[in-house]
């Protein structure tokens, strides 16, 4: 079974340029998260979509933060402008949430560097 | 909203056990703990529900007590594959998530 995917892997870009982020969640998963990390902190959550539904975005930066999650499958994360401080890993994760336990499965991220 | 895990970092040797606490402000609903090792995504290890049902790795035990809105990830016979930071993630009744503070574990021969 193929994991979470994520493209690109690195992005190195100036500040005030866009940047958009892919995921494509295990086959199967109706819920996607997509997270940011910094270095030596726990990811934070941006935004979680239960098929495509965003029921949770309270955490994304939504003056130059979008995201969607079209047919309910794979998912773009995108920054327009981005800033020296949105420098971090985006992780993306799925989940199948139905009434009992679930984990959720990670991707490798995308390291994001804007100088 | 972010829990509070302690300790912040420990080191043990091979064999030796560890315990990890994890503990939120809010009522939770369930309890996630996941391990990242460096350069890595996170992984599941284990997931403790309110009333008590639970799904996780055979050899790490987690205990969760709702009334105190706390966890605690148990590491008996520690190996050194166990190393790594080791993150709780809660899920209060309002239906939101936040991964705690961290600990980083390292386990030397």
């Known amino acids: 079974e193929a994991g979470v995917v994520q493209s690109p892997r690195y992005k190195i870009i100036e500040k005030k340029q866009p940047v958009a982020f892919w995921c494509n969640p295990i086959?199967?998963?109706?819920?996607l998260y997509w997270y940011r990390q910094n270095l030596g902190q726990g990811p934070e959550l941006l935004i979680r979509?239960?098929?495509?539904?965003?029921?949770?975005d309270s955490q994304l930066p939504k003056d130059r933060f979008s995201a969607e999650r079209l047919k309910g499958v794979d998912s773009t994360l995108k920054i327009q402008p981005a800033e020296l401080g949105d420098s971090a890993v985006y992780l993306c994760?799925?989940?199948?949430?139905?009434?009992?336990?679930?984990?959720?499965?990670f991707g490798p991220g995308t390291r994001l560097t804007v100088t | 909203q972010q829990p509070v895990q302690s300790p912040q970092a420990v080191i043990l040797r091979e064999g030796e056990d560890a315990v990890i606490n994890c503990s939120s402000s809010?009522?939770?609903?369930?309890v996630h703990w996941y391990r990242q090792k460096h350069g890595e995504a996170p992984v599941f290890l284990m997931i403790?529900?309110?009333?008590?049902e639970q799904k996780g790795h055979e050899k790490i035990s987690a205990s969760f007590n709702e009334k105190k809105q706390q966890s605690s990830l148990y590491l008996t016979a520690s190996q050194l594959s166990y190393s790594g930071t080791y993150f709780c993630?809660?899920?209060?009744?309002?239906?939101?998530?936040?991964f705690g503070t961290g600990t980083s574990l390292t386990v030397i021969p």
């Open positions: 993630g809660t899920e209060n009744t309002g239906n939101q998530f936040y």
């Open positions: 979509y239960e098929n495509e539904e965003a029921v949770d």
């Open positions: 086959s199967g998963h109706n819920t």
């Open positions: 403790l529900l309110k009333g008590g």
């Open positions: 809010k009522a939770l609903y369930s």
């Open positions: 994760a799925s989940s199948f949430r139905g009434s009992g336990p679930y984990e959720q499965y």
